[in-house]
């Protein structure tokens, strides 16, 4: 029997009931936007209504992206992300869960790391080209880019491309990343749908692991994994003390200190901000920097932006694997379109999600016909331009 005491006690930390009805949250839902009949201000009024075990049970519930561009207009200072996270563990704790996508597969991949008994052969991939250890200061946090390019063989893409590519660029800065052999997912996906007994399960494995390499720096290629260790991972009592950095980071510091130099080549690039690593972490600046140095000066404008960008960017269009719909073709068509309105040859991303869900929308002979780019990783893009590469 839901304890409805305690989830309203929860729900007032999110300071859910400080909304004004203005309905600013509703207003740049990208879902909200360019699909059905959905509303998170509705979303919220049901929740401080105490209408549980409906929510609980309606679609909606996982249709939020979390992308945060409610929390960045709420003038009450709500935490929608925060509140819709909350929701779902509930839900998850009265048998209720979301609409998988994908069967569900990849949640299920996810649990089976949890697994003391589990047994990967992790490192395949990694080719004799590629200098990597077992222990020291820089290491490098896969994520889950090995399965996916598995899974996702229909698409033609390679999100290791980005490991790849990363570690060659470590190589030669003279850096010979650790790798670890029994790493496991990071657990964004199942957090983000509810299951937060099994995503600190994964953290603490992850932890551990780290911890035994002596690693003061952990680099991500995956904006995902690099905002579950920075933010989540600490929320949930999981403390860190390496320093922590995306690969766009790392780049941008080495091209100010004159230790990596690109070569201009005559391709145009717009890029694609992941929620994870611009609205949830605020890191804009450092991805660009690392663009306009890979793109030509042309009108002072090397890298062009799209009509959303920053802080205004619109998403991927799906979150955690959860209600992959009509909804999200939409919105990842929509995003597509204004890449390719910009001129630009290449689309650049930071997170392997964004890869695959424009990707996936790009299977589509019409809006490939209309919007087709291709779509490339920060650090494989940086490999390819470096001087003397």
């Known amino acids: ?12 930390r999110t300071n859910a009931y400080a909304c004004l009805e203005c309905g600013k949250c509703t207003s740049v839902c990208p879902v909200s936007r360019y699909g059905r009949d959905y509303s998170p201000r509705m979303l919220l009024n049901r929740t401080i209504r105490k209408d549980f075990e409906s929510l609980f049970q309606d679609y909606d519930l996982w249709s939020c992206l979390t992308c945060k561009k409610c929390d960045d207009v709420c003038l009450a200072g709500i935490q929608y992300v925060e509140l819709t996270q909350l929701l779902r563990s509930t839900a998850l704790e009265e048998g209720f869960d979301g609409k998988c996508s994908h069967a569900g597969a990849l949640q299920s991949l996810s649990r089976i790391m949890t697994s003391d008994d589990l047994h990967q052969n992790r490192l395949e991939w990694v080719t004799d080209e590629l200098e990597t250890a077992t222990e020291g200061d820089t290491l490098y946090f896969v994520g889950c880019a090995p399965y996916f390019d598995v899974f996702f063989s229909d698409l033609n893409l390679s999100t290791l491309e980005a490991a790849e590519s990363s570690i060659r660029i470590l190589n030669k800065l003279g850096i010979t990343p650790v790798l670890l052999a029994d790493e496991r997912c990071c657990g964004h996906d199942l957090l983000w749908s509810g299951d937060i007994e099994n995503f600190k ?5 992850n932890l551990e692991e780290i911890k035994k390499t002596g690693a003061q720096t952990i680099l991500f290629s995956c904006a995902e994994c690099f905002s579950t260790f920075k933010s989540l991972y600490p929320q949930h009592g999981m403390e860190i003390k390496a320093e922590l950095k995306h690969m766009s980071q790392f780049l941008a510091e080495k091209m100010s200190s004159g230790e990596l130099e690109l070569e201009s080549v005559d391709t145009a690039i717009t890029y694609q901000d992941p929620c994870r690593l611009g609205r949830h972490l605020g890191i804009y600046n450092e991805p660009r920097q690392v663009l306009q140095n890979a793109s030509p000066q042309e009108n002072g404008a090397p890298l062009r932006e799209m009509q959303q960008t920053g802080k205004r960017s619109l998403c991927c269009g799906v979150s955690a694997w959860l209600n992959c719909d ?14 390719h309105a910009t001129g630009a040859d290449v689309l650049a991303v930071a997170c392997p999600k964004c890869q695959i869900h424009l990707t996936c929308t790009m299977k589509d002979q019409v809006v ?8 490339r990783d920060i650090s494989s893009i940086t490999l390819e331009r470096l001087v003397d590469n």
């Open 1 to 12: 029997m839901l304890d409805v005491i305690e989830i309203e006690d929860r729900v007032r």
């Open 326 to 339: 009509v909804t999200s073709k939409a919105i990842q068509t929509e995003r597509l379109r204004q890449a």
């Open 368 to 375: 490939n016909d209309k919007y087709g780019l291709k779509i």
């Open 201 to 205: 399960r994964l953290g603490k494995h």
